[in-house]
């Protein structure tokens, strides 16, 4: 006797979510959810974001600059979902690839130059700015995103946390006990999960043999949803629809942004060693970024002159920040001993002393 | 001024601070319907309700980690994790995470919260249980460690860890939870970090101890007075801060020093403790400072955990070669 | 505009595979997968187990015997998988409440009273006996399981991997990490979750939003069950299943055994502060034993007396398996020296001479 | 004999292993395709095919946990943790499961594991990809610590690592990878774990190190050199076991003693080499032990490291104050 089990993997994928085609247009029947001076505000962050990228890539290779992760082919899945954020009650909780979506909710550009320079200033976060620092360990921003939602609702306020994670980060534990906590105290949290295909050189196939990562949340008792994470309007429009849920006390939504890193995982990558180039080239073709000008464009929103324009402009923008940056003073062999406690234990302060050849209150020595 | 054992005091410090500020709540395995495994959180559901008082899943990295999002939306957490060896399980989010939110952002998202643990020997518990992890703590950096010996000190201690702006390691003794207890003043006081409890006065050898441990000293002095010695004994209290120059002063009042703790001696707590004593106070020293800690093995089996948890006949032994070398 | 997530929850649980119904009586059109000389033998080993459980409890309350897990209940999960497992090809990875599952797979009983009694001895596993021994870090053997299921396959050999867990121990990261590898390597490992309706004090809707923890399953790229944990025929049915698609390459199952524990967590628990008396009655007609004895009666395989009779010798097997223990001479200090490394270190060679007062070998001096 | 850096003989180290030994299998994230973020794979997936060098997905406690079941199997895992600061989200399997099987099992079930993790600072990494975590797994009974410095050592340790039937953290220091060559012996041979090698002999001041201080030990002892001063300086190359005769030894030469170490000072190795040479070799000291540690911080952004990680200009400043003292 045979029986079946209930519930059986799906052999393929779904169908993502996509409003606009790789020619910016809009799928029969459907409209923009964003209006046309909003979806410039959001594309003036995207070029904004790959612009910074090209400047810090090339500072990088002059040796000006640390290591750091581009987004470049990511930023429809950053945007797109940053403009259903509202930065006066939404936290915006990153991992590394997610700068434009920090600016606009606030977070000062230059601190982002500072970081990519290795100054400590580099993670300060300002007074009320709702968003957490770049976060190195993957999939250890989920349980503090799960927090701050939760936080949130216990108080009462309407706010929700937006948290990025790679598909790489799915598939650490952090991952479950952040989506199965926030399942249980329906914690107002977007889970927004940028598969970009890779994890430096494991492809997506190896990082877990589930066809949608986004399926994985019905067992958590919330939704998921797959998009084209290269279409700005359909990520923007699945994820105003789930911060609108989580408004309402509907709890978290996992959002699976199929989108793509063209290009290295971060400065110190060869991606050579294990990317098909026609893979590539097929990526390149979904640009999200043309695919928003070619939008625009069809409404007359969009130009080559706007074009040039607007690139001289970022351009200016991008020179702004460093300009902003340069001003910080170095940093100082003193910084290590700063804002590890609220208040220096008696080690750090003799450790200190002996370390910076300061006047020495006694006669302790240790290094 | 009232009697109560440790694990009283521990549940009088956490009722009063959550009545005293409503941005503190508790959370963690079974604290909520059952008061906890061992009773610390017994009845504070009732009066403060299941969301003040929160049943979490079974996730530690979890518990851990949202903890530090909770405090950045204003609330005040004590988590508390079943028992310290579990604490492993979230280990990156403690040490990595709340440890270093404050550094990481130059004092901009400090990370107040209190992490609660029971660790220890001699309860006949099963593997992990027992396990004393404070020294893997100390070693990173940006996490206070406070360890109780004295239910006055549970309380005092407590509530200083909940208001203290830092990640604060709150470790409590299985074994004294109900056989330790003492006078503990009615109402709200706290005590501070940094600043060693002198437990006995002494002039032959002191003996440093800390949490499960200072009970252990203390029997060892009173066994060494027997003996025509005279052992001065002190309870570290919090391993961060350090109480420095409450430690060389202490050493500096017999010359002679067994450190004492249930961690297995490499790399425990004890060898700080020596390294720090001999760079501060060399010329001082009559002997070589001594420690007596678990061997270099595993928590084993409750059949011969008494023989891995060092009593106060080695300490004696220790402290009598002190004094013969 | 509003689009539909593609992954939605569901708000009720599947209904769990069962093939005998509480009166013992085969569902209609259903075969039993287990012969009555399986069903007996299978019967032998719940009923020991039950009264193991009874005898340890009188001793742990009379300061004999340390805490320990009762398995009362659960009966037929165990053993209903338990009974899929060949004990020569299989390996066997318990959590803490599978005593008669390791029995059946080789494993002494003795060590487990010697485990129970505190003796070091009790964690020794026999050459050849393809048990790992009892975890006490939840879902830590998890992750040990996938190890052993894709080792075996690695090196062409046709075991299975079957693992233990409970409901408290799926919110573990571990779990999601395992399940996942799991599935990628398509180790033949089948994940047996007891979900015994509590974890000490907190109930299952506590652990998890989701509807069934079985439903997990697809999002990993294998089929999850749900099978009534106290019906030791479908428990087997779906095991023997899943332990037959594992063999031929089909790669891990997770089963959901919808069980109940009937009585304490461990003997330091007071289930009266959190359980609704209510409830427990329920569970108790549903008693896994009751269940199979009256199947075999119907079939004329049972009897009063032969409960008689079997009870008679299943105490005498519990005397055998103490008397047995009690042959091991008592702990001794120097365990704690032994089996930490393969050779001594000169750190606990040192440590050991002076704890003890053995011969020393020159002036080393410190405990 | 060829001339090799670190990372060149840590790779032949495997390969050669790989052949003599068909259970060994290499995993972890990027070992396969890409051959290692530092390329210490690179090569063998070639040779030896994706079911013996496998790519994982992305989960540190599973990469470890899992090798335990493999080993149970009879293969001999070797596996990579990218860097060894993640290995704190393995760290309950690392230090509960893995170090404590074949005490559990009473030697039934060891664990032939090697945990392969670079780490250490000056190389401009993000955070966490730089600390230094021996002391906290030395705490952790069960676990080899296994720190080469040297090229020839990083091969021949590295044998012995996998064939050592007990689980084996084999640290590898970033900074060396490239940095560190040396003459390394062609064809398979070991070096012993448990035995210091003698980097310099000197006659004033020992220098105690490891891994990557290793060579800013010798440094300073150049730079001490031309102050007149002769400094004796050993590599430890394992933490655990310990060479405790050979550090007495090493002492006794000098009568003072500079440990050095990238981890914070607090609770960090220096601490326990200190407490174990006052210990054992209290009559010898001419002047306190010292330790020239990173502050009680945390590794910090690239642009003060070099301010974090301590440099031969410390070290100096510690000996000649050892000196004076
Ligand atoms: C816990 C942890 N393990 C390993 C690493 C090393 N590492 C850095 S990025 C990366 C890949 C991340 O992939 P994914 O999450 O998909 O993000 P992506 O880089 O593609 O945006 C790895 C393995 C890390 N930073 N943290
Ligand atoms: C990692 C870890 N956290 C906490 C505990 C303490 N603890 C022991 S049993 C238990 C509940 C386990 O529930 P479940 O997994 O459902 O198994 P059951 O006891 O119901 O069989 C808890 C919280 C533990 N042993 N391990
Ligand atoms: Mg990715
Ligand atoms: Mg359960």
Redesign the interface.
Known sequence: ???E??????TEA?EP?RLLDEAGRLAPG??A?LDPSRTLEALRFMMFGRAFDARCWSMQRQGRL??FAPITGQEAAIMGSAMAADPARD?LVPQYRELPALLRHGYPVERVVL?R???????????GVRV??YQ???A?Q???????????K??A?SGV?MVYFGD??S????????C??A????APVIFLLQNNGW????PRS?????????????????????VDGNDLMAVY??TA?AVERARQGGGP??IEAHTYRMGAHTT??DPS??VDPETEKGWARRDPILRVQRYLAQLGEWSEDRDAQWRKEIEADVDDAFERASRFP????S????????EV????A???RW?LQEAAGG????? | MAEMTMIEAIRSALRLEMERDERV?VMGEDVGQLGGVFRATDGLRQFFGP?RV?D??L?E??I????????????V?VIEIQFLGFAQNAY??IC??LARS?????????AQITVRAPFGGNVRTPEFHSDSMESQFAQN??L?IVMPASAPDAKGLLLQSIR???PVLFLEPLRGYRMISGEVPDGDYTVPF?ALRTVREGSDVTLVAWSGSVPVAAEAAELLDAKGVSAHVVDLRTL??????GLVAALERTGRCVVVHEAPATAGFGAEVVA?LQ??AFYSLEAPLRRVAAPDSHYPLPGVERDFVPGAGLVVRAALETLEA
Chains 1, 3 share one sequence.
């Open positions: 006797m045979r029986v089990p209930q519930f059986l993997p799906s779904v979510i459907a409209e959810p640390g290591t936290w970081y320079q290795g100054h400590p200033a580099g993670g300060f976060v300002p007074p957490m620092p190195v360990s993957l250890a989920l349980p503090h995103a799960v927090g701050i939602g939760w936080g949130m216990l108080q306020q946390a790489g980060a598939s650490e534990g952090d991952f479950h006990e952040s199965n906590l399942g249980i105290v329906d994890a430096i050189s494991t190896i990082q877990t043999a589930g066809s949608d990562i986004a399926s994985r949340a019905p067992a958590y008792g919330f939704p998921g949803v797959s429009l699945v629809q939504t996992l110190a990558d060693r294990y170095p940093p100082r062999a910084d290590l001993y700063e804002h590890v406690f609220d234990t008696p080690a750090l003799r450790q200190r370390h006669d302790e020595e240790t290094g | 709540i969301s929160v979490t899943p996730a990295s979890v851990a980690g949202s903890a530090l999002g909770l405090a950045l939306t204003g609330l957490p990156h989010q990595q995470q404050r550094y990481r952002t130059r004092g901009a998202q400090p950096t940006g206070k203290d702006p830092d940094g961060v801060p350090l109480d420095e120059a720090l760079e501060q």
